[in-house]
């Protein structure tokens, strides 16, 4: 079979071969302490409010943060109501092999849950909370900082992602950048998308840097650098689309863990794959239904908009709730497709084995009739 054959492939491969894809990603784990306190003195981002460009997410780091943002969705539904935003810290440093990236290799999870529209760690249990993490843990067990905060945007599915920084999260991020930028610690903040991810099957998760007060954007400029009119860009980015910037997002594990994960693949996870059907998960029969109650209420919104209108939609007054249809058809059609693949791979041999036990169990019954009647 192809899987049989890619399997012998793969043994063909040299170990050494095999782990050089990641071991790059193992000087990320290289934490070169006079590197970082080097760069901490110069402090270059102070001066070039666009320094950063990137940032490097660990797997482990990933995977605890969107843990967190779903749990934070089925405590709230559980409680009758909306789903909650969720908030952490994450610790990390500068990238010593490019300063222009940030590295964050764990996140914490803080004691706070929000609304839809404010989340913040201003309690002051929680600030003694966050300041014992950091003294009796990282400092002295990790040698690590805190570098940044993380908290979800559990918003309704729609035809763009909910990572972006609203006017709340630009002053929480400016409070911190200030302070820890300063003191030579760059501050980073990373927004979650849980209900996306669950419905994309993929992490939906956006790094961002607030800019400083006195610093005057391109006008026209998202913060991913494109141009948009300005009902386009706060559709997308929120209405401070122009202070802040975002940075691209890369994930990285070791070279170590990137073994066993292709171990566990070709032993394992690859039945996962057979044996998993998200669409029929609960998470996302309640969000399916969710969403297009939601985009029926878009549309009869946007016709009667239209009537209005004279039958005139030149003001593409249907386009979006449109577009978020043929976003949600395609989705739920991958998942169909993938149902007909596994009944076309599996309905054959089930049915053989069926017949073949109700064969084998007919020529039991006939031999014990022959046994009996020879008696």
């Not at 110069?42 to 969107?66: I, Q, T």
């Not at 559990?154 to 909910?162: E, G, T, Y």
């Not at 030149?314 to 449109?322: E, F, I, N």
Request: proline fraction near 5%.
């Amino acid at each position: 079979t192809k899987l049989a054959s890619s399997r012998r492939a793969w043994r063909r491969v040299p170990a050494s071969r095999r782990m050089a894809a990641t071991t790059s990603d193992d000087a990320s784990f290289v934490h070169d302490k006079a590197a970082i306190e080097s760069a901490s003195r110069a402090k270059p981002w102070l001066s070039d409010p666009n320094y950063f460009r990137r940032v490097r997410v660990s797997a482990l780091a990933a995977v605890k943060m969107l843990q967190h943002a779903v749990e934070g969705v089925r405590v709230g539904k559980d409680r009758g109501g909306m789903p909650l935003e969720i908030m952490g810290l994450m610790a990390g440093h500068i990238d010593t092999s490019d300063e222009r990236t940030l590295i964050i290799h764990d996140c914490f999870p803080l004691p706070v849950e929000g609304t839809e529209t404010r989340v913040m760690a201003d309690d002051p249990e929680v600030m003694n909370y966050m300041i014992k993490l950091n003294d009796k843990f990282l400092e002295k067990t990790r040698n690590e900082r805190f570098c940044g905060w993380y908290h979800s945007h559990p918003f309704d599915v729609s035809l763009h992602p909910n990572w972006f920084l609203s006017a709340t999260d630009v002053s929480t991020q400016l409070l911190w950048q200030n302070m820890e930028d300063r003191a030579g610690n760059p501050w980073l903040a990373i927004v979650v998308d849980p209900l996306r991810s669950i419905a994309k099957s993929r992490p939906e998760i956006g790094a961002f840097r607030a800019y400083p007060p006195e610093y005057t954007a391109p006008a026209g400029s998202t913060p991913d650098g494109k141009i948009l009119d300005k009902s386009a860009c706060d559709e997308r980015w929120g209405a401070c689309a122009d202070r802040y910037h975002c940075l691209k997002v890369e994930y990285f594990m070791s070279s170590l863990s990137s073994s066993m994960l292709s171990i566990l693949s070709r032993s394992f996870l690859w039945t996962t794959v057979f044996a998993s059907t998200p669409m029929l998960e609960r998470e996302n029969r309640t969000g399916m239904a969710e969403r297009i109650i939601s985009l029926s209420d878009k549309l009869g919104a946007a016709r009667l908009d239209r009537r209005s209108a004279a039958g005139d939609d030149s003001s593409g007054v249907l386009s979006k709730p449109t577009d978020e249809a043929s976003d949600l058809a395609v989705e739920h059609l991958r998942g169909q497709a993938m149902q007909v693949i596994k009944a076309s791979l599996f309905a054959d041999t089930g049915t053989a084995a069926a017949a073949g036990g109700a064969g084998g169990g007919a020529a039991g019954s006939g031999a014990g009739a022959g046994d009996a009647d020879m008696e």
